[in-house]
C-alpha cells in the first residue's frame, strides 16, 4: 500500500505512516528499508492488521517511492519552524486533545526535550506527566542496543500499556527512580541478564 511518514521519532525508534485509506499505521525502524526517512516521505508498505485492540495495525517492508522533497516538512508549513510550534505538531498529529489522568482537563501535551531528543510529555495545565519518551535503561542494559527490537517494543509496552492506568503509572515512575542505577549493575552482572532476559523477552514478543 502507498502511504505517507507522518512523523518518525528518530530517537525512539517508531513513527507513524498514513496510508492512502487514511488508516494510520505504526512503524518500526527495523522495517525501514532506505536510509533517513523523514517526514512526508511518500513509502510503500505492506500493511499488518493490529492484533490486540490497543494497538494499531503495523507497516513492514517500507520502501522509499519518493523522498519529501518540501525544504519546509509539513508541520514547518503549518506551524512554523520553532521547536514549541513543532512539539505542538507532534501530538496534533498524534490525534489531537488527551484527557490529563489529574486534573481530568482535555489538553495537547507539552514535549519537553532532554539534550539529544524527547524526554516526555506533560499536561500543560497540572504539569503532570502524559507519556515517558526516556530509553528503558534496563532492556537497553540486558540487550545492549537502545534500538533493539525487543528495546522498541518494551518501549511500546509501557507507552501505549502502562501507561493507561494508575498501578502501570505507579510503576513507570519508580521504574524511572530506580532504574539507571539497576541498569548499572546488570550491565556488570552476567547472571541478573540471564535472569531478566527470558521475562523481557516474553513481554517483548506480546508487544511486537
Ligand atoms: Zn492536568
Do not use: W
Not at 522495517?31 to 494497538?55: A, G, Q, W
Not at 547472571?191 to 516474553?202: D, M, S, T
Request: charged content about 20%; overall charge positive; some cysteine.
Amino acid at each position: 500500500m502507498l502511504g505517507n511518514i507522518v512523523f518518525f521519532l528518530k530517537d525512539e525508534g517508531y513513527g507513524f505512516i498514513l496510508g492512502k485509506n487514511k488508516i494510520r499505521y505504526y512503524f518500526n525502524i527495523h522495517n525501514i528499508y532506505y536510509s533517513s526517512p523523514k517526514e512526508n516521505d511518500e513509502v510503500l508498505f505492506t500493511p499488518k492488521p493490529r492484533t490486540s485492540l490497543k494497538l494499531s495495525p503495523t507497516a513492514e517492508n517500507i520502501h522509499l517511492v519518493k523522498p519529501s522533497n518540501k525544504h519546509l516538512s509539513a508541520s514547518q508549513k503549518l506551524y512554523g519552524n520553532t521547536k514549541k510550534t513543532q512539539e505542538k505538531y507532534i501530538d496534533l498529529i498524534k490525534n489531537t486533545k488527551v484527557q490529563c489522568t489529574k486534573c481530568g482537563r482535555y489538553m495537547i501535551p507539552y514535549i519537553i526535550y532532554r539534550n539529544d531528543g524527547l524526554k516526555r510529555s506533560i499536561c500543560p495545565f497540572c504539569g503532570k506527566t502524559y507519556k515517558y519518551f526516556s530509553p528503558c535503561f534496563i532492556a537497553t542494559a540486558v540487550y545492549k542496543d537502545h534500538l533493539a527490537n525487543e528495546v522498541i517494543a518494551l518501549r511500546r509496552f509501557r507507552n501505549e500499556f502502562l501507561s493507561t492506568f494508575f498501578i502501570g503509572r505507579i510503576f513507570i515512575k519508580l521504574y524511572y527512580h530506580y532504574s539507571p542505577n539497576l541498569a548499572k549493575k546488570i550491565k556488570n552482572y552476567k547472571i541478573l541478564q540471564a535472569i531478566l532476559k527470558p521475562i523481557l523477552n516474553l513481554v517483548a514478543y506480546i508487544y511486537s
